[in-house]
C-alpha cells in the first residue's frame, strides 16, 4: 500500500468519523443557538434533582397559562445548593414553548461548539491518523517481491 493510498484512507475515515460524531451530538448545539438568537425568559421552578444524572435538574414553567416540563439541565457547581421549589430563569422558543433550557443558551451554545469544532476534529484527526499510519505500517512496508 503506498503512502497516498493510506493518506486518502485515513482522510476518507476522518471525515466520517467527524461526520457521524457531529450529526448525532450537534442537535443541543443547534437548540441553544435558536434559543440564544429568538428564545424568551420567564421564571420556573426546580421540580426534581437528578445527582445521577451529570448533577442536574428538572424544571416547571408557565407559557400562556400552560404548564411545560424541561430538563435535564446541569447545575453542576451549584447543585448542592438548590433545592426543589428553587426559582430558575428558564428561555423557551416562542413558536415552540416545549423547547428550553435553564442554562444561558450563549453560554451553552458557546461551550458545546468548543467540542463540536476543536475537541472533536481532533478526536478525529488522532484516530484517522492512527488507523492511517498502522495501515501504511502494515501493509506498505512489505518488501516487494521480484519476478525474474
Known amino acids: 500500500m503506498s503512502k497516498t493510498v493510506a493518506v486518502i484512507i485515513g482522510l476518507f475515515m476522518f471525515v466520517t468519523l467527524w461526520s457521524f460524531i457531529f450529526f448525532q451530538t450537534s442537535g443541543d448545539w443547534r437548540t441553544l443557538k435558536r434559543l440564544s438568537r429568538s428564545g424568551v425568559r420567564v421564571p420556573g421552578t426546580v421540580t426534581i434533582k437528578e445527582p445521577m444524572n ?33 426559582a430558575l430563569v428558564i428561555t423557551y422558543l416562542p413558536d415552540s414553548p416545549s423547547v428550553s433550557t435553564c442554562e444561558d443558551p450563549r453560554a451553552g ?9 476543536i475537541v472533536l476534529p481532533c478526536f478525529a484527526f488522532f484516530a484517522s491518523s492512527l488507523t492511517t499510519l498502522g495501515l501504511y505500517r502494515t501493509f506498505g512496508s512489505r518488501p516487494r517481491s521480484s519476478s525474474n
Not at 404548564?67 to 438548590?82: E, I, K, Q
Open 109 to 117: 451554545s458557546g461551550a458545546r461548539a468548543g467540542i463540536l469544532f
Open 54 to 86: 451529570h448533577a442536574s435538574v428538572r424544571y416547571d414553567y408557565l407559557v400562556n397559562g400552560v404548564r411545560y416540563s424541561g430538563g435535564p439541565c446541569g447545575m453542576h457547581a451549584d447543585f448542592d445548593r438548590v433545592r426543589i421549589g428553587d
